[in-house]
T-cell receptor
Framework: QKEVEQNSGPLSVPEGAIASLNCTYS??????FFWYRQYSGKSPELIMS????GDKEDGRFTAQLNKASQYVSLLIRDSQPSDSATYLCAVKVDYKLSFGAGTTVTVRA | GAVVSQHPSWVICKSGTSVKIECRSLDFQATTMFWYRQFPKQSLMLMATSNEGSKATYEQGVEKDKFLINHASLTLSTLTVTSAHPEDSSFYIC???????????????FGPGTRLLVL
């Protein structure tokens, strides 16, 4: 079983819609969770971090964490073409980050 | 602030040669740096953790004699791919653990990556 699992997509949404991304993880002891955005050919950039159950909002992004279900999600509201990228879920295990395979999002203009 | 650079950004080499990739933290000191490899359509896979002044810690399945890591200063870590073969062609990305952002417990700053093609 992979440590971090994501639907690979692609997820296609119209401009202005909500994109919903899901991630599950296997290590129940994980405490820190991150969402990174990676444009094609570029390195990842951090967009959200979350540490406690519930929702955390930052601009158009909302991260949701449910430790009991070992589930973390990312919502992108009012999706823009510039949001088209691969979104990587990362979980801190010990001192390291373990990444999911990423979900590719395409926002249609 | 908190910029990480990598050099070179692109490298093409012949099979059997060695390639060195540099990772630098430009405006902060990084006692810990990480080296990742990413194949097309796949996720980042941690290869090794590099700690300044000590030996790197390699992930299971990563050959330490093939991927030499040196972290000689607080701002520089190098990855040398020795006797490179076509299957080593990949996107190599380093990150450095740096100044904590407000509300973020673990801040890794990623370099722009180095694309290696072994012919």
């Amino acid at each position: 079983q992979k440590e971090v699992e994501q639907n690979s997509g692609p997820l296609s949404v119209p401009e202005g819609a909500i994109a919903s991304l899901n991630c599950t993880y296997s290590d129940r002891g994980s405490q820190s969770f991150f969402w990174y955005r990676q444009y094609s050919g570029k390195s990842p950039e951090l967009i959200m971090s979350i540490y406690s159950n519930g929702d955390k909002e930052d601009g158009r992004f909302t991260a949701q964490l449910n430790k009991a279900s070992q589930y973390v999600s990312l919502l992108i509201r009012d999706s823009q073409p510039s949001d088209s990228a691969t979104y990587l879920c990362a979980v801190k295990v010990d001192y390291k980050l373990s990444f999911g395979a990423g979900t590719t999002v395409t926002v249609r203009a | 602030g908190a910029v990480v650079s990598q050099h070179p950004s692109w490298v093409i080499c012949k099979s059997g040669t060695s390639v060195k990739i540099e990772c630098r933290s430009l405006d902060f000191q990084a006692t810990t740096m990480f080296w990742y490899r990413q194949f097309p359509k796949q996720s980042l896979m941690l290869m090794a953790t590099s700690n300044e002044g000590s030996k790197a810690t390699y992930e299971q399945g990563v050959e330490k004699d093939k991927f030499l890591i040196n972290h000689a200063s607080l701002t520089l870590s190098t990855l040398t791919v020795t006797s490179a073969h076509p299957e080593d062609s990949s996107f190599y990305i380093c990150s450095a653990r740096g100044p904590l952002l407000a509300g973020v417990q673990e801040t890794q700053y990623f370099g722009p990556g180095t694309r290696l093609l072994v012919l």
